[in-house]
């Protein structure tokens, strides 16, 4: 037991090693951290207030007053581009916990048992993986009402599959081993064979692919956001803010939209990065 003990730290510790050389890694480690820093403390250090109006400075341009301008509402871009990922990086971590939970436990049911379970999950899967995520989640919102919760409950639902997949695949290479025979030899339970002896043998791809999930997250919401069915005013939301002032676009009002539109770019490919290097790492 101390040697295997000794060879799963050494493991991590190489893990660790290639992690922390890793420039994508650290890059996207370093970009998360800040809008999360953002969304914690963010409203502590921003100059204004970024839910008051001011119509008699609105659509003011950058300058040393309004570092990113003012929308037509007066509200200083700055202010709201700093606490704007509040909702965002509440909203897409907890959909993307629950899809990969159900997502975990559909693929170690269908990936163990095999057989008719796993005939009928998978063709449930395929199904659902067929049918385009956003237009799953716009029926469901307009059917069951537009709240926060709605939109983490349709995320999750829509990515559950997707992770399902990904799990099912590591789990049928793991039921070959020794490890699992053995436990089967002992007369352990499904369960414990399932949760105790092989997820911890899985966890590297789930959290690859909880990662990535977690960046198509952020742009669901997003997205969903923008065409007025997640995030809802007054919050300070990224994709709210371009919703409400894309089309001022073309009257050269360009601050308007270029700073919300660079902060969610930029949460993504932070997270993005952060995959990357995790997916590297766990490969060597």
């Not at 939301?237 to 969610?264: E, H, K, Q, R």
């Amino acid at each position: 037991m101390t040697a295997i003990a000794a060879t799963a730290s050494s493991q991590r510790r190489e893990v660790y090693a290639v992690l922390f050389r890793s420039g994508a890694f650290l890059t996207g480690m370093a970009i998360t951290l800040f809008w999360l820093v953002c969304a914690i403390f963010g409203h502590r250090f921003v100059p204004y207030d970024p839910l008051a109006s001011d119509v008699l400075n609105a659509l003011a341009p950058p300058s040393a007053e309004h570092w990113f301008g003012t929308d037509q509402l007066g509200r200083d871009i700055f202010s709201r581009f700093i606490v704007g990922s509040q909702g965002i990086l509440t909203v897409a971590p907890l959909a993307t916990i629950l899809a990969t939970s159900m997502g975990t436990a559909l693929g170690l049911l269908t990936g163990y048992f095999r057989g008719i379970v796993d005939d009928i999950i998978s063709r449930l899967i395929e199904a659902f993986i067929a049918i385009p995520g956003i237009i799953v989640a716009l029926l469901v919102i307009v059917a069951l009402g537009n709240s926060e919760m709605t939109v983490i409950i349709v995320i999750g639902l829509s990515f559950a599959p997707i992770i399902a997949r990904t799990v099912r695949s590591a789990v049928l290479s793991e039921r070959q081993l020794e490890y699992v025979a053995a436990a089967k030899l002992r007369r352990e339970s499904a369960a414990h064979i399932m949760f105790i002896e092989i997820l911890p043998n899985v966890l590297p791809p789930i959290l690859v692919e909880t990662t990535i999930r977690l960046g198509f997250a952020i742009f669901a919401v997003a997205t969903l956001s923008f065409l007025g069915f997640g995030l809802q005013p007054p919050s300070p939301d990224w994709a709210l803010a371009i919703s409400a002032n894309y089309g001022l676009i073309g009257g050269g009002y360009w601050w308007t939209v270029l700073f919300d539109a660079l902060a969610i770019a930029s949460l993504v490919v932070g997270v993005n990065l952060i995959a990357d290097g995790l997916h590297g790492a766990l490969d060597d």
